[in-house]
């Protein structure tokens, strides 16, 4: 068998759908092999990622790699493609690690356990498929199919109001979906050739106000699951209600699936219209960032509190895909995968606690720390984490997020400033509210009640590895940023060339340089 040519990125799809399928027939009452059989599937399939990366992709090549078509259905043009490049691949890489993670904090669930695990592994494969799809038709497919474990997942293991939020999730998501489908149709039938593979359609010449209008529709879809406020409500119904494993699933990947779309889509496909959107997405981003950061010190829910500091960390997303330049453009890459990491471990830790305290009231808590002095110390290295601390990957992205935007020279001297103060005031904020959520669970006097009716039992050894797990990427990148950067940049410098040239100012500023560059006297001759 040749290696080269074996459907990689296919088998890394199916195999975890295809092997949750034997769930049901495995002989377990209490749960505990079908837990093995699924940790075991989840590894398998995060080496079969690792795997295919090191030895059939090259980081140089900015194009689609490991790529795969077969017709599936002819008479509607919907054939199964897939491949992936330096916007995929990343995300690909975080949805097999964090997954598997999740699979292990999913260890405690005991009703039916079955179940919970086949709707896990279903996903696993949906949210890969959701990034490595080539075909419009086939995104929406697998975008929509991986709404359906979330839903489930929410509604049967959720806590007290777990109806009311697996509702608000589908009812948003999948009204949201409904723009996918509509401009992903208008696209294929535009023009003389009927096709809905994405590389094709990139190369469609759409007028500038058709653009603009899918440009529209596709915003509104993936201003849902980034989320984009005022479309971002569902969220923190969805994480107050959530277990432990389906918060990192939530905060690890789904939020990242509509970042990854609004740049595959609307930036990479539809460049005319991302130049006029690109000052809405900032000031958007904006908001996001200062809303959510104030909202969230408000919070007195800790599920609550940190849903709304991934809105607000997501802003910084947003704020570097219209910046215009190769910084700012692999910032935003880097804060995904970096609040993928971040927002993971935060969550898990949060449903750590709650197995404990029973409760989620910052008003119940206080001066814990002494009883679950590991829990403490993850806790609080996460959230320096989550607030930019030099050496973690955080920092790293939002500095990259700043630099990038201040020195782009797409917009005003007065707007960048406006956008960067606000900016800063955002990530202020931030050591604000987490510091005050770290003081208010484990500092100050103990809460008697608390104390006397609960066991305060510390961090058990399966909790403290899936943490390290975390940790060592996040501290890995904070330090060496190229670890993560070098696998995408050759197709963000792409990507942004071809944005800048949307642009007739800043692709006018090109030509000029290129000219000089060309008559300056070359040294030596």
Partial sequence: MNIANFPWLTTIILFPIAASLLLPVIPDKEGKTVRWYSLIVGLIDFALIVYAFYTGYDFSNPDLQLVESYPWVPQLGLNWSVGADGLSMPLIILTGFITTLAILAAWPVTFKPKLFYFLILAMYGGQIAVFAVQDMLLFFLVWE???????????IWGGKRRQYAATKFILYTAGGSLFILLSALT?????????????????KDFALNFQLALYAGFLIAYAVKLPIIPL????????????APVHMLLAGILLKMGGYALVRMNAQMLPDAHAYFAPVLVV???????????????????????????????????????????????GAVLQMVSHGLIGASLFFLVGATYDRTHTLMLDEMGGVAKRMPKIFAMFTTCSMASLALPGMSGFVAELMVFVGFATSDAYSSTFKVIVVFLMAVGVI?????????????????????????????DAEPREVFIIACLLIPIIGIGFYPKLLTQMYDATTVQLTARLRDSVPTLAQKQEETLKVSLSAPQIGN
């Fill in 145 to 155: 199919l991986e709404l359906v474990p979330i839903y489930f997942l929410l509604s």
């Fill in 187 to 203: 696209m294929g039938f535009y023009g003389d050739t009927v096709t809905f593979d994405m590389r094709s359609l990139a190369l």
């Fill in 232 to 243: 971002h409500t569902w969220l923190p119904d969805a994480h107050g209600e959530a277990t």
């Fill in 284 to 330: 958007l981003g904006v908001v996001n960032i200062i809303y959510a950061a104030l909202t969230s010190f408000a919070q007195r829910n800790l599920k609550r509190k940190i849903a709304y500091s991934s809105i607000s960390h997501m802003g910084f997303v947003m704020i570097g895909f219209a910046s215009f330049t190769d910084l700012g453009l692999s």
């Fill in 429 to 457: 904020l931030t050591p604000i509210y987490l510091l005050s959520m770290l003081r208010e669970i484990f500092y100050g006097k103990e809460n008697e009640e608390l104390v006397s009716h609960q066991a305060l039992i």
